[in-house]
T-cell receptor, first 111, second 114 residues
Framework: GENVEQHPSTLSVQEGDSAVIKCTYS??????FPWYKQELGKGPQLIID?????GEKKDQRIAVTLNKTAKHFSLHITETQPEDSAVYFC??????????FGKGTRLSVIA | DAGITQSPRHKVTETGTPVTLRCHQT?????MYWYRQDPGHGLRLIHY???????DKGEVSDGYSVSRSKTEDFLLTLESATSSQTSVYFC?????????????FGDGTRLSIL
């Protein structure tokens, strides 16, 4: 079955700097890759997703890139702000099986 | 807001007692999921449903059962709770057909088993 590895597990950046979180997946049939942000005491919230027919997608300060050959995808946050501090999860699915999640990255943005 | 309500939000109970968690949605989505979240493990799928009375096991289904007798409600039951089932439980729904669709989560139930 699918296995998703996420790195790093913790990340600290200065306010205004960029943050990058990387995930690798094992199932070459996976075609859907969402990213979630989880704030303290809340459920995960979908922030961006990408499908295998595109290599990059942007939404304001957030972007996701996908390399199907290497089977990895990354979340890029530019101009980080204190409110970006949270736990971020990546996930992958082929459509035949449910999403498999990475173990999460705790991002701290230091003012 | 995907219209997902989990109840209760917090529960403390004793080992060996039965526990039922409820997930209610207001938008008639077909796919519903139960996850548990533990430090160092991320989100792990317990059970999921793809329609009324249609359910299947996830990665960590041992000790859990589910029921879905109507579209809007998905129940998770711990028949005889154990301390290893202390966790935060999240319900989610998919807004499209199939597994490769966006999922939206409730705010969780914090369950402590003493």
């Amino acid at each position: 079955g699918e296995n998703v590895e996420q790195h790093p597990s913790t990340l600290s950046v200065q306010e205004g700097d960029s943050a990058v979180i990387k995930c690798t997946y094992s199932d070459s049939a996976s075609n859907y890759f969402p990213w979630y942000k989880q704030e303290l005491g809340k459920g995960p919230q979908l922030i961006i997703d990408i499908r295998s027919n595109v290599g990059e997608k942007k939404d304001q300060r957030i972007a996701v890139t996908l390399n199907k050959t290497a089977k990895h995808f990354s979340l890029h946050i530019t101009e980080t702000q204190p409110e970006d501090s949270a736990v971020y999860f990546c996930a992958a699915s082929s459509g035949n099986t449910p999403l498999v999640f990475g173990k999460g990255t705790r991002l701290s943005v230091i003012a | 807001d995907a219209g997902i309500t989990q109840s209760p939000r917090h529960k403390v109970t004793e080992t060996g007692t039965p526990v039922t968690l409820r997930c209610h949605q207001t938008e008639n989505h077909r796919y519903m999921y139960w996850y548990r979240q533990d430090p160092g493990h991320g989100l792990r799928l317990i059970h999921y449903s793809y329609g009324v009375k249609d359910t299947d096991k996830g990665e960590v289904s041992d000790g859990y059962s589910v029921s879905r007798s109507k579209t809007e409600d998905f129940l998770l039951t711990l028949e005889s709770a154990t301390s290893s089932q202390t966790s935060v439980y999240f319900c989610a729904i998919s807004t499209g057909q199939g597994f490769n669709q966006p999922q939206h989560f409730g705010d969780g139930t914090r369950l402590s088993i003493l």
